[in-house]
C-alpha cells in the first residue's frame, strides 16, 4: 500500500543551521506530495507541494525536490530561524478514482534554539 | 481566509461517557474529515464526508461515529469514550476533488481530548 516514511525526531538546530529532514515515500503510480507544518497550538498548515517528477515546492525559505527516482521528498533550509520550530510532516495524495485521501508520515519535531 | 473552527480546545471526560467534537467551516467546502493525531503515528483518517449527510469510513473508524447534517458543520461522535481515545482530534475540509487535482486540505487547531 501507499506510505511515508519520515525520520525520527526531534531535530534540534542552533538558528542560522542548515536544515534537512528526510522523507521518502511508497506509492503505485504517481503521487502528488506536501510537507506540512504544525506551529504550537495550532492546526496544520500546507507548506509547499509538487505534483510530478523533478518539480521544486518551495515557500518561506524551505524546498523540497520530487524525486522519482529515489522515491524522495526531502525538506531543506538554508538557515533556520527559532520561529521555524514547529511539527514537519511529509504526506502524500493520489487520487485512485475510489478512496481518496491523504496519507501522513509520523511527523518530524524541529527545536532551533538562538 | 480559510477558517475551520472546532468547538474546544481542550476536552476531559470519563470512561463511558458519550462525547461530541464539533467542526465548523466557512468555505463552503464539499470535503471535510476528521483525523486523529497521535505521537509516531502522524495523522490517521477516522471519517470523511463529502457532501451533506454522506460519509466514509477511514482507515481507523472504530469506536467513532460522524453526522454531517449541514453542509459547513461535521460532527465525530464517540459513543462511548475509552482511554485508548486520549488524543488529538484535528478537522479540516477541502473543495471537492477533480480528476488528477488535489485541493488543500485546510486544518482547524484541534481538540486535546483527555479520557480518564
Known amino acids: 500500500g501507499n506510505s511515508v516514511t519520515q525520520m525520527e525526531g526531534p531535530v534540534t538546530l542552533s538558528e542560522e543551521a542548515f536544515l534537512t529532514i528526510n522523507c521518502t515515500y511508497t506509492a503505485t503510480g504517481y503521487p502528488s506530495l506536501f510537507w506540512y507544518v504544525q506551529y504550537p497550538g495550532e492546526g496544520l498548515q500546507l507548506l509547499l507541494k509538487?505534483?510530478?517528477?523533478?518539480d521544486k515546492g518551495s515557500n518561506k525559505g524551505f524546498e523540497a525536490t520530487y524525486r522519482k527516482e529515489t522515491t524522495s521528498f526531502h525538506l531543506e533550509k538554508g538557515s533556520v530561524q527559532v520561529s521555524d520550530s514547529a511539527v514537519y510532516f511529509c504526506?502524500?495524495?493520489?487520487?485512485?478514482?475510489?478512496?481518496?485521501?491523504?496519507?501522513f508520515g509520523a511527523g518530524t519535531r524541529l527545536a532551533v534554539h538562538p | 481566509d480559510v477558517k475551520v473552527t472546532q468547538s474546544s480546545r481542550y476536552l476531559v471526560k470519563r470512561t463511558g461517557e458519550k462525547v461530541f467534537l464539533e467542526c465548523v467551516q466557512d468555505?463552503?467546502?464539499?470535503?471535510m474529515f476528521w483525523y486523529r493525531q497521535d505521537p509516531g503515528l502522524g495523522l490517521r483518517l477516522i471519517y470523511f464526508s463529502y457532501d451533506v449527510k454522506m460519509k466514509e469510513k477511514g482507515d481507523i473508524p472504530e469506536g467513532y461515529s460522524v453526522s454531517r447534517e449541514k453542509k459547513e458543520r461535521f460532527s465525530l461522535i464517540l459513543e462511548s469514550a475509552s482511554t485508548n481515545q486520549t488524543s488529538m482530534y484535528l478537522c479540516?475540509?477541502?473543495?471537492?476533488?477533480?480528476?488528477?487535482?488535489?485541493?488543500?486540505?485546510?486544518f482547524g487547531p484541534g481538540t486535546r481530548l483527555t479520557v480518564l
Open positions: 509538487a505534483t510530478k517528477a523533478d
Open positions: 468555505m463552503d467546502h464539499e470535503n
Open positions: 479540516a475540509s477541502s473543495s471537492t476533488w477533480t480528476s488528477g487535482t488535489y485541493n488543500e486540505q485546510f
Open positions: 504526506a502524500l495524495f493520489m487520487f485512485s478514482g475510489g478512496y481518496n485521501k491523504l496519507i
